[in-house]
């Protein structure tokens, strides 16, 4: 591979054959630091600072000057431009703004500006940006890698960009020559050589009509041999033709063209198979006879030479498979990668190139099960030449991250151009339910694609259903209802049926028998109720689950055995303990937050007192019988409520995680709780026996309500898992 010279630019003025002089420049060893590709002399027409065109993400063309805007402002530092009360009240949805719509908020015109949340990610993008730093995001769905990803191709130092041409090698076809030149000589390059073979053929047309001529002269005049000069002027017809082919096949190929290109390369590899990911080098179906297409021409470049001197974006990298992984790998550390065809049944792998240049920033992305399949050589080169970051699902919920949220909504309005403007009152809902979403006491949802798509379905149903100017707020409440997940729309099937065939049961007393719940996908709740039975057993006695319970449940229910055993007055060695998990369905049941379900229903079948039915209950188990916190309680006491339940037991620690819908709050009552003895006093019939169980439970296990609130075993402090 070599660089540009003067003398690949001036070969077609001089009258020789381009052509020739271009393979016969000798590669270049780069510079000191050893790098290749680099032109060594500049640009005519160099790509300043100020002279770029539109950004991505850039409105009406507008560009701030360099000066005014740095690397360090980001998103998250830029103020929403919009009036502000000087003293905000701490209960304001909009943190102060003084807006009547969405159209009132300036819509920032960078990209970067735009970028929400992500504090930590953001200062890791900064670094890497300017220290040109490959970066991999670990995070849920949703949460911004992608955007930060197209940033960070924003906030690049300014570099040469480069355009990248393939020559047909004269002592190797199967092993084209490469050139890389400052962007826009490329197309300029190209230009002269086609003119150049304009030209050629221009002189070898002339040249054999002229001896054709004097061949038919000949023989029609002199020697009067029709016929014989008729074949002799077709053999010279396709001999000239055959020979100008030749000329056409050392027009170079233009594989990277950066003559347009006024900001850093970012190209999107996700899902790529090898051949767009790597380059390829197309089959040539006529190999022979002079029909074939010269290599060089065949040569496709990859993502990897796409984003040479800009951002290669890969998302779920763990899907790449491992030889693709590989050869990337290779690219990041050499800095420059062969093109070869990637089907060996196809004549294009024989055919390789010179190393193409890859000097790309890779931001690798993939949810938290990317590292299992990715492989460890690739993610130690990204470890050990950048950063990793992991993705925040939350943010804190203060008045400056409200006005934020206010901006993220006018620009899901302006990104979208068909949206009516929204109303203040549908922008506090907006708001209202990224706290919802959030299931943290004071955050807010940083999964921000799928409350964009809450506020394109408000939009929509404002103008195509009613034709409205502005979006209100029943406009978003009707969109928080035909938006329900394929999980949340399952799960109130899942409820309606159940009523129907009389399968929940929300009233009187049954022992054995209590009102789980538990969570579907991510946002849904569903009544899962938990039978227990004992009975006697004809060996060894042990505890049987049924329900397709996985690993954790399985677990848990060996926790609470621990306990069972611990507590119970009888033999239970001679008996056989069957709990199960009714109709959980094909996807059986995950997680520990059944413990204390199990537990009340065992404790009722032993003692053979029955559990209240218009009780619900979740949460976590300690082998000392402590409840601990849970995920999911919101959803999980909706799920209550709309199955009929009029009390919910839940974890004392998971108080401050409620953000129930205003209609269920008249509907349910929400009891919090440390011990599993609050569990029983509150679940179970009859004082006497109650009062006795409970108090035979907290002398064995050592009651946090007597001791442990010292220890604040799981207060309210306790963070609530993911």
């Not at 001896?211 to 005049?221: E, K, L, P």
């Not at 990911?277 to 006879?289: E, I, N």
């Not at 001791?707 to 604040?712: A, R, T, Y």
Request: include cysteine; proline fraction near 5%.
């Amino acid at each position: 591979m070599s660089n540009d010279t003067e003398a690949d630019e001036n070969a077609p003025e001089t009258g020789g054959d381009a052509t020739e002089e271009v393979p016969e420049s000798p590669p270049s060893d780069g510079g000191e630091d050893g790098s290749r590709g680099v032109a060594d002399e500049p640009s005519d027409n160099p790509v300043g600072p100020d002279e770029r065109g539109d950004l991505p993400g850039t409105q009406n063309g507008h560009v701030e000057d360099p000066e005014e805007r740095t690397i360090d402002d980001l998103g998250s530092d830029v103020e929403v431009d919009a009036e502000v009360v000087e003293d905000v009240d701490e209960d304001d949805l909009l943190g102060g703004l003084l807006i009547d719509s969405t159209e009132e908020i300036d819509v920032p015109d960078r990209l970067v500006d735009q970028v929400i949340g992500q504090e930590h990610a953001r200062d890791v993008v900064m670094k890497a940006a300017k220290q040109r730093r490959h970066v991999m995001m670990i995070g849920s769905p949703g949460t911004g890698k992608s955007m930060l990803a197209k940033a960070m191709s924003e906030l690049l130092p300014p570099e040469e960009l480069q355009d990248v041409l393939v020559y047909h090698n004269p002592d190797d076809g199967n092993n084209p020559k490469v050139r890389t030149v400052p962007a826009g000589k490329g197309d300029q390059i190209v230009e002269a050589h086609k003119e150049e073979a304009r030209k050629r053929n221009q002189m070898r047309s002339f040249l054999m009509w002229i001896i054709i001529a004097i061949v038919i002269g000949y023989s029609f005049i002199i020697a009067g041999q029709v016929l014989l000069g008729i074949l002799a002027a077709g053999v010279i017809y396709l001999a000239f033709r055959y020979g100008s082919r030749g000329g056409d096949a050392m027009v170079p190929n233009l594989i990277v063209n950066n003559a347009e290109t006024t900001t850093a390369p970012f190209e999107d590899a996700t899902g790529a198979h090898a051949g767009a990911l790597l380059g390829d080098v197309r089959h040539d179906p006529f190999q022979s006879g002079g029909m074939e297409t010269p290599s060089h021409d065949r040569v496709e470049p990859g993502a990897i030479h796409k984003a040479n001197k800009g951002v290669l974006f890969i998302d779920e990298i763990n899907t790449l498979d491992i030889r693709s992984q590989q050869h990337l790998m290779t690219a990041i550390q050499e800095g420059e990668f062969s093109i070869t065809g990637q089907s060996e049944r196809s004549s294009g792998a024989m055919v390789q190139t010179e190393p193409v240049p890859t000097d790309f920033i890779m931001i690798a992305a993939g949810n938290l099960d990317a590292m299992e399949n990715m492989h460890p050589a690739l993610r130690s080169r990204i470890k050990g030449y950048g950063y990793e970051v992991y993705m925040d699902d939350t943010i804190e919920d203060t008045p400056e991250m409200r006005r934020k949220y206010a901006r993220f909504v006018a620009q899901e309005v302006a990104k979208d151009g068909r949206l009516p403007e929204y109303a203040a009152e549908a922008i506090e809902e907006v708001i209202l339910e990224a706290r919802r979403r959030a299931g943290r006491k004071g955050h807010l949802t940083l999964k921000l694609r799928n409350l964009g798509g809450l506020v394109r379905v408000a939009g929509d149903i404002a103008r195509a259903d009613e034709d409205a100017d502005v979006v209100t707020r029943q406009h978003v409440l009707q969109a928080k209802s035909r938006s329900r997940s394929i999980e949340q729309q399952l799960a109130d099937d899942y409820i309606e049926r159940r009523k129907d065939y009389e399968l929940q049961v929300s009233d009187g007393y049954q022992v054995g028998r209590v009102n789980g719940l538990a969570v579907m996908g991510e946002d849904s709740g569903i009544m899962l109720p938990v039978m227990a039975e004992v009975t006697p057993s004809q060996g060894p006695g042990e505890v049987i689950a049924t329900g397709q319970l996985k690993e954790m449940a399985q677990e848990a229910v060996s926790n609470v055995s621990a306990i069972i055993k611990k507590f119970s007055d009888e033999n239970i060695s001679e008996k056989d303990i069957h709990i199960q998990f009714v109709q959980t369905g094909g996807q059986g049941v995950d997680g520990d937050s059944a413990s204390i379900t199990v537990a009340t229903a065992v404790i009722s079948a032993l003692e053979d007192v029955g559990v209240d039915q218009s009780l619900a209950m979740t949460g976590s188990l300690s082998v000392r019988g402590d409840v601990l916190p849970v995920g999911g309680v919101t959803h999980k006491i909706e799920a209550a409520a709309k199955s009929g339940c009029t009390r919910v037991i839940i974890p004392a620690a998971n108080m401050q995680d409620v953000m129930i819908e205003e209609e269920y709050e008249e509907m349910v009552e929400i009891i919090p709780v440390s011990h599993i003895s609050e569990v029983l006093d509150i679940a179970l019939e009859g004082e006497p026996e109650k009062d006795s169980l409970v108090d035979r439970l907290k002398s064995i296990t050592g009651s946090a309500l007597s001791q442990g609130q010292g220890e604040n075993v799981s207060g309210p402090s306790s963070p609530s898992p993911q």
